[in-house]
């Protein structure tokens, strides 16, 4: 048995397919905190609450947002076991956006649909692109990103 699945991998990719990734992530303000701190980010939305304290109206009802790095990180990481546990690389990530807010507590899913399958300059792997989404419980999307990926071809890598 090896150390990744064998359902994912180029061939096992339709496109039109949606995957909608079974685990979730509640953010906490640790994560937010630590992740604002390493990249330096200066937006004080993400970590100062007396700048929200003093302006409720202008800052979500006077509550801290979480850093979109933070958001967009869980995401592909909620993704990741199905759509590129047998990638060789990430190719590209193109067309995000941050629809919706995401505050200290909020609980995200992933669900990711294929969007394009190609052959690959190598013969043992090829591209699939995703539309990849992060979103809330009751179904708001607060990230959206296309994603693409160089995933291993099974008729190369698991031969009997």
Do not use: W
């Amino acid at each position: 048995m090896g150390i990744t699945g064998d359902s994912n991998y180029f061939e096992d990719f339709n496109v039109g397919d949606t995957l909608v990734h079974q685990r979730g992530r509640t953010i906490t303000e640790a994560d937010n905190h630590m992740f604002t701190s390493l990249v330096m980010n200066t937006a004080e939305l993400h970590f100062n609450q007396n700048l929200v304290d003093k302006e409720p109206a202008t800052y979500y009802n006077a509550r801290r947002v979480v850093y979109g790095g933070v958001v967009l990180a869980f995401t592909v990481g909620l993704a990741s076991q199905d759509t590129s546990e047998n990638a060789i690389a990430e190719v590209e990530m193109d067309n995000g956006r941050h629809t919706n807010p995401v505050f200290h507590g909020d609980t995200i899913y992933a669900e990711s649909t294929v969007l394009e399958k190609r052959d690959a300059d190598r013969p043992d792997a090829g591209i699939v692109k995703f539309k990849l989404e992060g979103k809330k419980p009751d179904g708001t999307v607060v990230v959206e990103i296309e994603r693409t990926v160089l995933v291993k071809r099974k008729s190369h890598y698991l031969k009997a």
